[in-house]
């Protein structure tokens, strides 16, 4: 398969739309002293064509800044299913930066208009932290976020937003963080919620000092059944139900 942002907020994988549909929402939230800076939301989507335009191999860099740290975001599809995100951030002030916080999500729509519904579960947390959303129409669609950051960040987590915003708000990192710990490994929420990663960086030295830039990463794994898998799944499902009746004449 391959990545084909289609239109100005699309991201569509195998001839599967996850962000185009109904309500188009992804965020990235940089936060600063607690102070937050909507990066991405909405008008300016981060799975949109500015920044996921690109087929297998390709790259796609964003760089942008706030309350004296830089970020350079780079996208990249790593695997024909697999797109690979990474955020370097640096501080480019003369003094350190404290309470430096980072989040990632979207709503996982997948299923197609007024089909929102996901089944959304904690797969893993701290570097392990990963997030599944599942089609809940028997589709056998599906997409993970995951973590792919190992030393450097302070605490990092995994969440489904079905506590401040639903499907559709932009979550910060601490809405992640404070959502999280009722979120353990097989935490599962059915319905139009947004699936999301927060990492807390901590302190960035002053410029030119060790430890004035940390780079954080997370994947996005597709699945797509192929037509003829799906034409079989709903072959047996005709089958089963031939049998059922079969037996309930019986």
Same mark, same amino acid.
């Not at 109904?22 to 939230?29: C, E, L």
């Given at each position: 398969?391959?990545?084909?942002?289609?239109?100005?907020?699309?991201l569509n994988y195998n001839g599967v739309e996850y962000?185009?549909?109904?309500?188009?929402?992804?965020?990235?939230?940089?936060?600063?002293?607690?102070?937050?800076?909507?990066?991405?939301?909405?008008?300016?989507?981060?799975l949109g064509s500015t920044t996921a335009g690109t087929l297998f191999g390709g790259t796609t860099t964003v760089v942008s800044s706030f309350g004296g740290i830089s970020m350079t975001e780079t996208v990249r599809a790593v695997t024909p299913n697999t797109l690979s995100f990474a955020w370097t951030f640096t501080n480019t002030g003369d003094s350190a930066v404290r309470d430096v916080k980072w989040s990632f999500g979207f709503?996982?729509?997948?299923?197609?208009? !007024?089909?929102?519904? /996901?089944?959304?579960?904690?797969?893993? +947390?701290? /570097?392990?932290?990963?997030?599944?959303?599942?089609?809940?129409?028997?589709?056998?669609?599906?997409?993970?976020?995951?973590? +792919? /950051? @190992?030393? @450097?960040?302070?605490?990092i987590a995994g969440f489904i937003d079905d506590v401040f915003h639903g499907c559709c708000g932009p979550v910060t990192a601490a809405e992640v963080f404070a959502?999280? !710990?009722?979120?353990?490994?097989?935490? &599962?929420? +059915?319905?139009?919620?947004?699936?999301?990663?927060?990492?807390?960086?901590?302190?960035?030295?002053?410029? @030119?000092?060790? !430890?004035?830039?940390?780079?954080? @990463?997370?994947?996005?794994?597709?699945?797509?059944? &192929?037509?003829?898998?799906y034409a079989m799944f709903l072959a047996g499902l005709g089958l089963m139900g031939a049998v059922v009746r079969r037996r309930t004449r019986a």
């Open positions: 398969g391959v990545f084909d942002p289609s239109g100005a907020m699309g962000v185009n549909i109904d309500v188009r929402a992804s965020w990235g939230v940089l936060s600063v002293g607690g102070v937050d800076s909507f990066q991405t939301s909405f008008g300016a989507n981060d709503d996982p729509d997948q299923a197609g208009s !007024g089909k929102n519904s /996901t089944i959304n579960t904690i797969l893993g +947390t701290g /570097t392990a932290a990963s997030v599944q959303a599942i089609d809940n129409y028997g589709m056998g669609r599906s997409v993970i976020l995951r973590n +792919t /950051t @190992g030393a @450097g960040p302070v605490s959502g999280a !710990g009722a979120q353990g490994v097989g935490a &599962e929420r +059915t319905g139009d919620y947004s699936i999301n990663l927060g990492w807390n960086l901590g302190t960035l030295a002053a410029n @030119g000092v060790a !430890g004035d830039t940390v780079t954080i @990463g997370a994947h996005l794994v597709f699945a797509v059944p &192929e037509p003829e898998t």
